[in-house]
């Protein structure tokens, strides 16, 4: 990819961001690159998976009565919102995505059309509202994850068996229009009651074509025209969401990057052109489970998240990385080590990854590229040793700097190789970060 091509992606689509609410929401999002997913309700009392124990409740330890009783003892009297909000901001995340209501159907928001909800707890507060209100007070975007398969609902499926007979809802079912009226009322209280949404992020299983996904975007488009949409209810949407893993290659514009299937069609091996790029965005934990679980220790290392931020912003897309509170509404030590500490690495080489988008050269076997405007930055994982030798450059290069104290590196350009000596580049235990100035 020739790199005059990165400095005309945003000139070129300025106009259309100034006439397009959500087209300029998309730059917006795309800039951020870090957000924070929450997912918590009342299954973190047995410290279980949200919903899947009432779907598929073998591997789990726990009855469909046991699960949907939950709520009951639901009381988290130290949930403070302006701490989670605090704590994304330290972490260097420029966004927050809550789960408003999983598939179990439980609304953590105070919807007047469930009485399975937050505020019949002993809680008995609004919670998305508070979160709402906190990230409205500190200026962080936050958006609502909304599931629309609901196993609460008699309209999805028939509520006298089993959530594990029919999980996957019935459509056929004549009660089937109701069950949609009730998602365009839900999600008109969340679009309408909780101020302005970064997002809404659906996650409708399989056949999500039966949600008539056309009708809700047209909904969302004239609530709060600016919203993005995500691609699960059945159409592309804004960007789409594969979870728990990095594409291989960057997602091009009729992509088809499966959510939890990685047999991805539509990848590009090297840097596309601006207009052929697909937005997206991957969601992860940091452990094992979306949810909280007392007894999941199998956390990734905060290199091994940093440098899951750097390869979705070598490939152009976003890293939304997952908390599951405690039943208490605190968010776990373990997790919040891990967050401050990508947090700190961000303060030092942020400009590497914020208002970035993919690098001219992927797959290096030692490191990766993001790249803004005439500059392209190397991050370093693993260093060759003495030269770091760049092949297939293209484009005069006006400097080589460190990120880290900003100091100048010597360089060579030889055609379409560029020579950086690598012993002055300052060493970080994550990833070192050097940027490349172009003329």
């Not at 159907?105 to 909800?117: E, I, P, R, V």
């Not at 008699?154 to 949609?180: C, H, I, M, V």
């Not at 797959?363 to 005439?374: H, I, M, S």
């Not at 360089?411 to 002055?424: H, M």
């Amino acid at each position: 990819m020739k790199l005059t091509r990165l400095t005309l992606l945003f000139p070129a689509l300025a106009a259309v961001w100034a006439s397009d609410p959500a087209a300029e929401r998309l730059k917006k999002f795309n800039d951020a690159k870090f957000g924070m997913f929450i997912h918590w309700g009342p299954y973190s009392l047995a410290s279980v998976e949200a919903s899947w124990p009432i779907m598929r409740p073998a591997q789990w330890g726990i009855s469909e009565e046991e699960y949907r009783a939950l709520p009951q003892r639901f009381n988290p009297v130290q949930f403070d919102p302006r701490a989670w909000v605090r704590l994304a901001r330290d972490a260097g995340q420029r966004y927050m995505v809550f789960t408003s209501k999983h598939h179990d159907g439980f609304a953590m928001f105070d919807s007047q059309y469930t009485g399975y909800k937050i505020t019949n707890t002993p809680y008995g507060k609004d919670i998305a509202k508070m979160l709402a209100d906190a990230a409205q007070a500190e200026g962080m975007p936050l958006g609502f994850y909304y599931s629309p398969p609901d196993m609460n609902h008699p309209g999805f499926r028939d509520t006298s068996k089993l959530s594990a007979t029919n999980w996957q809802g019935e459509p056929q079912r004549p009660e089937w229009p109701l069950y949609l009226d009730y998602m365009e009322l839900q999600l008109t209280e969340l679009l309408t009651r909780y101020g302005d949404l970064f997002v809404v992020w659906f996650d409708g299983l399989g056949n999500q074509q039966k949600y008539d996904g056309r009708r809700f975007h047209k909904l969302i488009r004239e609530i709060q025209p600016a919203a993005l949409i995500n691609n699960r209810i059945g159409l592309t949407g804004d960007y789409v969401t594969p979870e728990q893993r990095l594409p291989k290659g960057i997602p091009t514009k009729g992509a088809t990057v499966g959510n939890t299937d990685p047999n991805d069609k539509g990848l590009a091996p090297a840097a596309p052109k601006p207009e052929d790029f697909q937005p997206w965005e991957t969601c992860m934990t940091i452990n094992g489970t979306w949810a909280y679980n007392r007894n999941d220790r199998r956390y990734k290392s905060t290199t091994d998240l940093v440098r899951a931020l750097i390869e979705a912003a070598s490939k152009g897309g976003n890293f939304l990385l997952n908390v599951g509170p405690t039943p208490e509404g605190t968010i776990q030590p373990e997790f919040q080590e891990r967050l401050r500490g990508i947090g700190a690495w961000l303060k030092v080489y942020g400009e590497s990854i914020y208002g970035t988008t993919f690098g001219p050269l992927q797959e290096l076997g030692w490191g990766r590229t993001t790249a803004k405007g005439r500059t392209v930055y190397l991050h370093i994982f693993n260093p060759p040793g003495g030269a770091l030798e760049l092949k297939g450059w293209s484009g005069r290069v006006a400097r080589v700097r460190a990120l880290k104290g900003g100091e100048a590196l010597p360089f060579t350009q030889s055609g379409s190789t560029l020579t950086i000596q690598a012993a002055r580049i300052p060493a970080d235990a994550h990833a070192a970060v050097i940027a490349i100035d172009g003329k």
